[in-house]
């Protein structure tokens, strides 16, 4: 077993923290800001646009289970990466698709990655590769949010819900034994 991180963002943290939990070989995933310019930022803060970082997720996984291809793949396929700093109703550099390769495999993965995603969006994908830059995990509340709140929060059921459903069925093959398309 070879554990290595990936960062990436793709706009709001608890869709995509929701969405990495499912994949095989992932094993753990912590949602929280990277690309800014304030030391231990707050929710508050990020959301407000200023300080520069983007809602992001540390992901660990078992490369000897999946690859870091693989997790890219997942993330272009689980956002529309031709949208300039927004998803959707989120809107902001905070909610800019970016990959933060942690090393120059990396860096030249999500350069493959970019290439195969702009082949099929017509050359027009905005996601960046940005430096790896500090971590910050997002507060308490944040993690694991759509497990806590998925059946009762109006967001999670309209927005998170419809993307977790579509990637189950996407990707069946890279699911976590237990979980269902």
């Known amino acids: 077993m070879a554990k290595q991180v990936a960062v990436?963002?793709?706009g709001c943290f608890w869709c995509t923290e929701a969405v990495f939990l499912d994949v095989v070989g992932v094993e753990k995933v912590e949602s929280g800001y990277t690309g800014g310019d304030v030391i231990n930022p707050s929710y508050r803060q990020v959301c407000g646009g200023d300080t520069g970082h983007a809602e992001a997720v540390r992901i660990e996984f078992d490369d000897s289970a999946i690859s870091y291809d693989d997790l890219l793949d997942i993330f272009f396929a689980t956002h529309d990466p031709t949208q300039l700093n927004r998803q959707g109703n989120d809107i902001g550099t905070q909610y800019r698709s970016a990959i933060f390769p942690q090393d120059v495999g990396q860096r030249d993965a999500a350069l493959g990655a970019i290439e195969r995603a702009n082949a099929e969006h017509?050359?027009?994908?905005?996601?960046?590769?940005?430096?790896?830059?500090?971590?910050?995990?997002?507060?308490?509340?944040?993690?694991?949010?759509?497990?806590?709140?998925?059946?009762?929060?109006?967001?999670c059921m309209a927005i998170i819900s419809p993307k977790l459903r579509k990637f189950r069925k996407s990707?069946?093959?890279k699911l976590k034994n237990g979980v269902e398309a």
Not at 128 to 151: F, L, M, V
């Open 122 to 155: 017509g050359g027009r994908v905005v996601t960046t590769i940005e430096e790896k830059a500090e971590w910050y995990p997002a507060e308490r509340e944040h993690h694991d949010y759509y497990a806590r709140n998925g059946s009762s929060n109006p967001y």
């Open 8 to 10: 990436l963002a793709n």
């Open 171 to 173: 990707f069946q093959d």
